[in-house]
């Protein structure tokens, strides 16, 4: 299969560490995210690698013993290593201070570095589970909560194991998933992951449940805010996006899968050693392995090779595997590379072969201008706030951030509409009713349309001439006016002399003046064209404007002379 097939990769540039054996031990700390591989229990050195360290770390220990679990601080300032289950030693000496206990029977425990969250297995069937918040050096305890088991247990013995929780922060909330092998529901079969959302303050509640249909061996990611399931006895991963719209039921949420089950690309692993030996042809990686260890988010650890991946979302693929153009934007203006995949998208469905209805395109604009609108509105509200001063009382405004989600009126332009004019296959009705769709989609949102999307109306309008349209668009304000759009209808006067008194109209001025007015627009525009960058974004629009109005400058020259 081609890469086109998968929509799930490994990171081309992996952590290589010694792979375990009985002599080097491998630990991964969650909260830096690097692994440690321990010699003869340190003796032999001991090497500290992450996914961003360009230098590891190196240093020898003595050897005291089994090492049980090693970790540095964050910022790599303090180690502390554990040899036995109620021990941790500092091999530098520091002075310890209590800050805050609390006494709990506890079955095992697991942290989340996003979140700053410890939570606490207790009971004797391990599913009711205590949280606590850890902030500037205090221990906040949070409302416990309990997990729901698939059946009333048969016996008092732990029922849920560490093995089937996560925490990961998804849309920039924190969620607790629980792996649940059996559904709840007698007509349902098949696991099922259950999200409960947990907050810094208030009750955790569940909210979400994804129907995985399928039993077995799995084990979870969350890249790019995508849930992911790997299912090892088929060798498949699934992506559930708890943003799509589901089954609610009035109290949770129903997901399915987003795409069908599909395999990680394939990967190689390069052959290591002098260069003779390298040349040979890298060993395709055992994918699904038993030797893989996942941790939260998108870590995937094969001690046995010696490999730390980072799990990407290929986009890309996606595009032919969901076919529902409005799902699919949906799915990808939640992404953080979306914006070049989209105005594929945008291009794709404006082709002969992958020709969308009028609707389905309508839908795509709709979408597109509403993240647009939110945008807008969000850098008004903040310019607003700064030019009444509360950016000095208020230290927590912020600057909007504009994510690739954001698709303006000239990346469409640049990318899209005017590539798509400039097809001689397609009918000029088709072209008209696809710039005019966009056109009413702007105005729909309350975005001030762009004088060059008039003005690529109107090119198109002339090649055919459609000059009775062109005057309807002008005389019902369907083309907003502008000075640029005057002066382009003026230059249309001597092969359509109803656009003098439609462009006098627009700017309702004297004849001599308007003409004047044209000649320092187009001027100035030619001036400008090659140097001006307005707020940040790309200037390719104007240049084609510019050429478009030089088509006519001369006839308005002489005109005006």
């Excluded at 201070?97 to 079955?107: A, D, P, Q, W």
């Excluded at 912020?398 to 994510?403: I, V, Y």
Aim: positive net charge; glycine residues 4%; aromatic residues 8%.
């Amino acid at each position: 299969m081609g890469e086109e097939h998968y929509y799930l990769e490994l990171c081309e540039r992996p952590v290589h560490f010694e792979k375990a054996n009985p002599v080097n031990c491998v630990f991964f700390d969650e909260a830096n995210k690097q692994v440690f591989a321990v010699r003869s229990g340190g003796a032999t050195g001991v090497v500290v690698k992450g996914p961003d360290d360009r230098n590891p770390i190196s240093f020898r220990m003595e050897d005291k013993g089994e090492v049980k679990c090693i970790k540095f601080s964050l910022e790599n300032k303090i180690l502390a290593v554990q040899r036995t289950s109620k021990t941790v030693v500092l091999p530098e000496k520091r002075n310890l201070k209590l800050l805050k206990s609390h006494s709990l029977n506890v079955n095992w425990y697991m942290y989340c570095p996003e979140g700053a969250i410890v939570l606490l297995s207790t009971t004797v069937l391990g599913n009711v589970l205590q949280p606590f918040y850890f902030r500037a050096g205090t221990m906040t305890k949070l409302p416990k909560f309990e997990i729901e088991l698939p059946a009333a247990p048969k016996s008092t013995k732990l029922s849920l194991s560490e093995r089937d929780i996560a925490m990961a922060t998804i849309y920039r909330q924190l969620y607790v998933l629980f792996l649940r092998h059996h559904s709840r529901t007698s007509n349902s079969t098949g696991a099922e992951v259950v999200l409960y959302h947990l907050p810094r303050e208030g009750a955790c509640k569940k909210m979400h449940i994804l129907k995985l249909n399928r039993t077995g061996k799995f084990a979870l990611n969350v890249v790019d805010n995508l849930v992911v399931v790997h299912h090892q006895d088929t060798e498949t991963s699934v992506i559930f996006d708890i943003k799509l719209r589901g089954e609610f039921d009035g109290t949770v949420t129903f997901h399915h899968p987003v795409l069908p089950a599909r395999s990680i690309q394939p990967y190689q692993i390069p052959m290591a050693g002098p260069a003779p030996v390298t040349s040979q042809s890298p060993v395709p990686c055992k994918l699904y392995s038993s030797s893989w260890i996942v941790f939260q988010p998108d870590i995937i650890i094969s001690a046995s090779q010696g490999y730390l991946w980072n799990l990407q979302v290929k986009l890309q693929p996606i595009v032919n595997l969901l076919p529902d153009k409005g799902r699919l934007m949906d799915f990808l203006l939640q992404r953080k590379e979306c914006k070049m995949v989209i105005l594929s998208v945008c291009s794709q469905m404006l082709t002969e072969s992958d020709r969308a209805t009028l609707p389905v395109i309508a839908t795509v604009f709709d979408k597109l201008n509403h993240e647009y609108k939110k945008y807008l509105d969000a850098e008004q509200s903040y310019m607003m706030a700064v030019e009444a001063g509360q950016s000095r009382s208020s230290p927590l405004l912020k600057r909007p951030m504009r994510t690739q989600a954001v698709i303006d009126q000239s990346d469409m332009y640049t990318h899209v509409l005017s590539v798509f004019t400039e097809k001689k296959e397609m009918p000029h009705k088709f072209v008209i009713a696809v710039l005019m769709e966009y056109i009413r989609s702007l105005n729909q949102f309350q975005i001030p349309v762009q004088h060059y999307l008039h003005e690529l109306v109107i090119k198109t309008l002339v090649q055919h001439n459609l000059f009775y349209m062109l005057h309807q668009f002008l005389q019902y304000h369907v083309l907003s006016d502008s000075k640029p759009l005057a002066c382009l209808l003026l230059s249309l006067e001597s092969f359509y002399p109803p656009a003098h008194q439609l462009s006098l109209d627009m700017l309702k001025m004297p004849r001599s003046r308007l003409k004047i007015t044209c000649f320092s627009t187009l001027y100035s525009g030619f001036l400008n064209s090659e140097t001006s960058v307005c707020e940040g974004t790309l200037i390719s629009h104007q240049e084609n404007t510019v050429k478009n109005m030089s088509l006519f400058s001369n006839r308005c020259l002489e005109t005006t002379l």
